[in-house]
């Protein structure tokens, strides 16, 4: 039975994308058999692995207008290590249509959910890439996940925007999916020389209750650099403090 995590944050360009295909490399490199979702119309996580989003044949929107089954769409992501089980439901530009399409739909959140089920013995982790909004896409990552991950920024963090989200994790838990829960923050492009990242990364814990994964993943320039290969933090530069942190986080995650 796989776990299923969401990777959710309402805000854009705090690393969603980036945590997403870092700890499912992370994972599938510890032997972990992963299954990716995009779920962000931009596909920024489609084009990270390598896959030109143009030129897909279906997409995880078919799988919302229930014209493909999931089996039919994922595709294995390239990797050096052929042991590795590392897949993905890639999205593109259609998918913004998914949305429109299910406004009108009874039963809308729990499409997803509904759609992974046959997959679920084959794989450890599903990691699920939510856009940066509350809407229709991100409440059904949100119902298809038992745990969530929110990466944050923390320089930039307004205590106004954790709240917010996690009213709505509230309301998915009250409405949709009961066995939610908050697995914990990943603090993303961190610098911990400033007094402010360090605090506000304490006031997670005491105001909001909230777990901050160890490690923190600092700023790093190779973090742009992969994407544009298509290729993970791990392959494009093993040793990094990024990779390392990504690991880390992997084998806190397997734990439990
Ligand atoms: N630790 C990091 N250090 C520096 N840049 C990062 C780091 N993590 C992510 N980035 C960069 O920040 C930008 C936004 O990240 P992304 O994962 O696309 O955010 P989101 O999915 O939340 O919108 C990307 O250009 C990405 O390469
Ligand atoms: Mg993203």
Do not use: W
């Amino acid at each position: 039975m796989a776990r299923s995590i969401a990777v959710a944050n309402q805000k854009g360009g705090v690393a969603k994308t980036t945590t997403v295909h870092n700890l499912s490399y992370a994972l599938a490199k510890k032997g972990a058999r992963v299954l990716m979702v995009d779920l962000d119309p931009q596909a920024c996580l489609t084009y990270s692995v390598g896959i030109d989003p143009d030129c897909l044949q279906v997409s995880v929107h078919d799988v919302f207008v229930r014209r493909a089954k999931v089996a039919d769409v994922k595709m294995a992501v390239t990797s050096d290590d052929a042991d590795m089980t590392l897949d993905i439901l890639p999205a593109n530009i259609d998918l913004a249509g998914s949305e429109v399409y299910l406004l009108t739909r009874t039963g809308r959140e729990h499409v997803l959910s509904r759609a992974l089920k046959p997959l679920t013995e084959e794989y450890d982790f599903v990691l699920i890439d939510c856009p940066p909004s509350l809407g229709v896409l991100t409440i059904n990552g949100l119902s298809a996940a038992n745990e969530v991950i929110v990466p944050m920024q923390c320089e930039t963090l307004s205590h106004r925007g954790v709240g917010q989200l996690l009213e709505i994790l509230e309301d998915v838990k009250t409405f949709a999916n009961p066995q939610l829960r908050v697995r914990g923050v990943v603090a993303t492009m961190y610098d911990g020389r400033t007094r402010h990242a360090r605090e506000m990364l304490e006031s997670l814990g005491t105001h909001y209750g909230l777990e901050v994964l160890d490690p923190p993943v600092h700023k790093s320039i190779r973090f742009a650099e992969s994407p544009m290969r298509g290729v993970s933090i791990h392959q494009h530069a093993p040793v990094s403090p990024g990779a390392k942190a990504y690991s880390a986080i992997a084998e806190q995650l397997m734990k439990g």
